[in-house]
């Protein structure tokens, strides 16, 4: 969320899942949503976080006002919403505004946050709690004569301090963090250090604020990234929020800035996240919005949600800012900052159903977790029908391949296979889960079948 805004001041494995985080698939619509868990003080959620093991983090930022609210939280919760841990973050200013954004994690399990005062990457063990500086971003000079573009400077009129937002790895484990005021991308060196100004442009500037949500695309070389507005010094309507992409180039330096979508004026789109088809799920906020948005990955609305702009999404609380969007799965996880408004009891995060799975977000050096499983495990002897689902990081995995005995079958879109086998005796087996089916064919897991005597 913002410091400052000027507009705004004035299959059965897939069915237990669905049971576990969000009910029952069959009885969810496309955008139902419900309140996942209720922030506690100092409130005003920020950025969540869906680690691996789908354990839910998400900070606390600063209000309208800029007051002290005492230092920053980050807490934990379990994919039903139950609170498992809570971190107060130290080294903070003394007396200035507080917010951090948990804004990546890594293979290790570090969460990276974005600290406002000072302004600075923060790690976080989750495990012991330890907190270290990994990366610090300054103030720069607006770019000049004598300062020239992509140096260490903004392409601003304003010269505004540093606001990093959202943050996302690159393939070399760069960390790409835009900075809302500043109107600029910083890269930050891999194992941390200060931060440079990566890519600064004319079409970031809006004043006092600018690039907001960043996502690395599926094919590791693209980021996508959005601005809440900009471009005041540019043609068009400086009060429009845009989503654009551009390239790492081979040699690391930024590639040709291209708009994707535009939104309406003041609508200020905020945080994002992509699902596996490559739609885009934005949350817009502003003084005629509150809503989210659907788009193709070409950049063609397909929906918004609520379609009024009151805010009323179903569920007892309304969308008050939403800022920020993360898949568990086929929900989205919506946090409700309320900056503006200050209302305690809308500090909370929502599970929004999307229909569809997230797309997984690239963390430098994890290694995908995959999953085999049969229904039924256990079965007698005889000729009998065994029923396998395969997952990769909890999501259906389409056309891998499942090896029992000497069957071999491929599975689905939906990442279920059938096999039907003459079991003779008694005994464990185990099918195998396999990347192919020739001798290069990799094992990715596996499961023990039970084979009983039929009862007499």
Request: with cysteine; aromatic share 8%.
């Amino acid at each position: 969320m913002r410091a400052v805004r000027p507009w705004l001041a004035a299959a059965a494995l897939a069915i237990a899942f669905c049971m576990l985080c969000a009910g029952p698939a069959a009885a969810r619509q496309k955008w139902s949503t419900r309140v996942f868990a209720h922030i506690p003080s100092p409130g005003y959620p920020a950025l969540s976080l869906v680690a691996p093991d789908r354990t839910i983090y998400l900070g606390t930022f600063t209000n309208a006002a800029g007051t002290d609210t005492g230092p920053s939280k980050v807490f934990a919760y379990g994919p039903g919403g139950k609170l498992r841990r809570t971190y107060t973050i130290t080294g903070q200013t003394a007396g200035a505004a507080h917010g951090v954004q948990v804004a990546a994690i890594d293979a290790r399990g570090l969460l990276y946050l974005l600290d406002q005062n000072p302004a600075r990457v923060l790690t976080l063990n989750p495990k012991t709690g330890v907190q270290r500086t990994y990366s610090t971003f300054k103030d720069v000079p607006p770019c000049t004569s004598a300062t020239q573009p992509n140096g260490d400077c903004s392409d601003t009129v304003l010269d505004n301090p540093p606001e990093p937002d959202y943050a996302a790895w690159g393939p070399d484990r760069t960390l790409y963090v835009t900075d809302y005021q500043q109107g600029l991308i910083w890269r930050v060196p891999p194992g941390g250090g200060a931060a440079h100004v990566w890519f600064t442009d004319p079409q970031l500037d809006g004043s006092d604020f600018g690039p907001a949500g960043i996502v690395l695309l599926p094919d590791h070389r693209t980021l996508m990234f959005d601005t809440s507005a900009g471009g005041v010094t540019t043609p068009g309507d400086p009060t429009t929020g845009k989503l654009y992409t551009i390239p790492i180039e081979q040699n690391g330096a930024p590639g040709t800035l291209t708009k994707v979508w535009e939104s309406g004026p003041k609508q200020a789109p905020d945080g994002f996240a992509l699902t596996r088809s490559g739609h885009v799920f934005l949350a817009l906020v502003g003084p005629q919005t509150n809503q989210l948005v659907e788009l193709t990955e070409g950049g063609q609305e397909l929906s918004r949600f609520p379609l009024d702009t009151s805010g009323s999404n179903g569920s007892p609380v309304p969308f008050d800012e939403p800022s920020s969007v993360q898949f568990d799965g086929s929900r989205m996880l919506v946090t409700n900052d309320a900056y503006f408004s200050g209302d305690a009891s809308h500090f909370v995060v929502f599970d929004v159903w999307a229909g569809e799975p997230g797309a997984p977000v690239f963390v430098p050096g994890l290694r995908p977790r995959y999953r085999l499983t049969v229904h039924p495990r256990r079965v007698r002897v005889g000729t009998r029908r065994l029923h396998f689902h395969a997952t990769r990081d909890g999501q259906p995995l389409a056309h891998a391949f499942v090896r029992f005995g000497s069957h071999i079958v491929r599975t689905g879109r939906h990442g279920n296979a059938v096999i039907v086998a003459d079991l003779d005796t008694a005994r464990r087996l185990r099918a195998r889960l396999m990347s192919g089916a020739g001798r290069h064919a990799r094992r990715l897991a596996r499961v023990a079948i039970v084979v009983v005597e039929a009862s007499g």
